[in-house]
């Protein structure tokens, strides 16, 4: 199993205008970005409503809805709408949470792991989901494969969410196919743009299965983006895995993107002393109301509009 953990970080040299400054050598950070950087929104004409409305349509809020999930859907529709609708035929779901670790911990997610012949985690496990995906985590986008889901944190933010958003998604539309081949694909690690291989640089530990399953989920970050042109050999072979988002079947820590071997669970982190709580957050072990997300926004204007 998995558990990828995308992390972004402001922390870096001047680019783009933006000012940072290297953090101790024990927490390296994402790379400082080059030329493109998918921190800035991509182009409305790769823009689809409705990836929007298929991304929705999958979705759950847990709690309340917050104005945070409506831009987390617009960004979700920057992906093709057949790669969201292939997530929905297979079963995987979006959830929205005030941290990752409210999903990890919910009830739901229990339900999904039974579904699939998991076991809930241990007491102990669950101390350790609430720190590592929790408040403080800086944990602003993550992908568990053991649930097929892509958990978004609305009261949490973060520099270059949308990065770790499409990222995530990258690991939902390719982790299944890539799962148990990573083999097939170990020889796109030699022939790497610069921009992935900078990505792996960042604190990876040298496995080859997290390295390829890193890889592709950059590399469909960068296609979604519209920069297929930088991929080289990868492209190709991105595009053939992804003919097989809807089938059926059943990291390594990182303080810049993180994916976890044992769970097969991604995440996008930023520094958690960048991240800002967007007001006050449950506590994770009690549980909340579940709902579809459509239903928790109109109640939500409906009670802005008593």
């Known amino acids: 199993m998995f558990n990828t953990k995308a992390i972004s970080n402001p922390q870096r040299r001047p680019a783009a205008g ?51 999930i409506d831009e987390y859907l617009a960004w979700l529709g920057y992906a093709p709408v057949e790669h969201l609708s292939g997530l929905a035929a297979r079963g995987a779901r979006i959830y929205f949470a005030p941290t990752v670790a409210h999903y990890l911990l919910s009830s739901e997610a229990d339900r999904r792991r039974v579904q699939r012949g ?25 992908y568990d494969a053991e649930t097929d889901t892509l958990v978004l944190p609305y009261m949490l933010s973060g520099p270059d969410k949308l990065r770790a958003v499409l990222h995530e998604l990258g690991h939902a539309v390719t982790h299944r196919q890539l799962r148990g081949r990573e083999d097939r694909y170990e020889y796109v690690l030699g022939k790497l743009p610069q921009r992935i291989r900078r990505h792996l640089d960042a604190g990876y530990a040298a496995e080859m299965q997290v ?38 079947q059943e990291k390594r820590d990182a303080p810049t993107w993180k994916m976890d071997p044992v769970t097969c669970r991604s995440a996008s982190l930023a520094d958690p002393a960048t991240v800002r709580m967007l007001g006050p957050i449950p506590d994770p072990r009690q549980p909340l109301p579940v709902q579809p997300t459509r239903h928790a926004r109109e109640a939500a204007a409906a009670q802005r509009a008593a």
């Open 118 to 142: 998991r076991h809930p985690p241990t007491p102990y496990e669950r101390t350790a989901i609430e720190k590592d995906y929790g408040a403080r985590s800086g944990v602003l986008a993550a």
């Open 18 to 68: 933006r000012k940072g400054a290297r953090r101790p050598a024990l927490e390296p950070l994402r790379p400082v970005p080059d030329p493109f950087d998918i921190g800035e929104t991509p182009g409305p004409s790769l823009h689809n409503a409705a990836a929007e409305r298929v991304a929705e349509s999958i979705a759950s809020t847990i709690g309340a809805h917050h104005p945070a």
């Open 211 to 248: 390295l390829v399953h890193e890889t592709f989920a950059e590399a469909y970050a960068m296609l979604v983006a519209g920069r297929v042109e930088d991929l080289g050999v990868i492209a190709s072979e991105l595009i053939g895995i992804l003919t097989g988002v809807g089938d059926s």
